[in-house]
């Protein structure tokens, strides 16, 4: 475990309020879910750490979820796979498969409501598929068939983004839980990007328009406009959180850098243990969860992020400072 007496953080005097906060109160210590927390108004960056392997190894997968009940499915482990694995904070299970496999796909929801979109089948896909925490349905297809796009919001309220159709695509779509309709239109048009938010409130940065980008955009539920650029230029990031409070990691070229994001700028978080790209994001900036990838082959290696800041990781129940 890190050592956080390194962080040149001032700790608040402490009250072991017992409880998970969902607001945490400055200097309250409670546990959930195997680890202590301590509530904080500083932000430090966070930290990853291993956690449960994939059952299959693979790249240009998707995520949702969260860091307890995660899901992942479809992308490539040699061939265009169906496979669906959900976790529950320590390891992964078999799901139900995908009806279409696909690679280059994109996701968002729960692990008992997920969503995935689009996608690579041999040709660029419009499919949509809706998970119920045990198997897959037919949902709306996409009005633009486009691979290498990202998702953000819920199964009844999506958020689709970008891609490549014919070219770089700066296409957004929005999902009422049965059918897509067009949202407005990226100012980047762009391709293996990262996304986080919802339906009224998203977040989409990186990606490739001809050359790798560092544009953030934000989304209002009718437009997008122009986010605080990324410090580092990224295709293929994972990326998870929401609007306000972000998370974007890895990417082509194999980075381990981590970058979180305030609503109006990106700062470094802590690296990955396992430098990456074209993996799947889930959870939230405090509480976040990366998988599979390529390393130059396909990865199963999950990891777990956890910040000092709001939601301040303490130390593992199994562990301590």
Do not use: H
Not at 16 to 24: H, I, K, L, Q, Y
Not at 233 to 239: A, E, L, Q
């Amino acid at each position: 475990m890190t050592d956080y007496r390194d962080a040149k953080y001032t700790f608040p005097t402490v009250t072991f309020s017992g409880v998970a906060e969902s607001s945490p109160v400055e200097g309250n210590i409670w546990y959930d879910s195997g680890k202590y927390y301590l509530g904080t108004s500083q932000s430090i960056a966070g930290v990853w750490s291993s956690g449960g392997n994939l059952g299959t190894a693979r790249t240009t997968l998707a995520g949702a979820g969260t860091q307890t009940a995660g899901l992942c499915m479809g992308g490539n482990d040699g061939s265009v796979s169906n496979v669906t694995e959900e976790y529950n904070g320590t390891s992964w299970s078999s799901g139900g498969n995908l009806a279409t496999a696909r690679s280059y796909i994109s996701g968002c929801g729960t692990q008992s409501a997920g969503l995935c979109m689009g996608g690579y089948t041999g040709s660029n896909s419009n499919v949509t598929e809706e998970y119920n925490g045990t198997a897959w349905s037919g949902g709306g297809n996409l009005g633009t068939a486009r691979r290498a796009l990202v998702g953000a919001g819920t199964q009844s309220a999506g958020l689709c983004m970008g891609g490549y159709s014919d070219a770089q695509s700066n296409v957004t779509e929005e999902y009422d839980g049965s059918a897509w309709s067009s949202g407005g239109n990226l100012a980047t048009a762009r391709n293996s990007l990262a996304g986080a938010g919802t339906q009224t409130a998203g977040l989409c940065m990186g990606g490739n328009d001809g050359s790798v980008l560092d544009v953030t955009e934000e989304y209002n539920g009718t437009a997008w406009s122009a986010g605080g650029a990324l410090a580092t230029v990224r295709n293929y990031p994972g990326g998870t959180g929401t609007q306000s409070a972000a998370l974007c990691f890895g990417g082509a070229g194999y980075l381990n850098s981590t970058e979180q994001y305030d609503g109006t700028s990106w700062s470094a978080g802590g690296n990955l243990a396992t430098a990456r790209s074209e993996m799947a994001g889930a959870g939230t900036q405090s509480s976040g969860l990366c998988a599979g990838g390529t390393t130059g082959s396909d990865s199963n290696v999950t990891e777990e992020y956890d910040t000092i800041g709001t939601y301040d990781l303490l130390f593992n129940a199994v562990g301590g400072l």
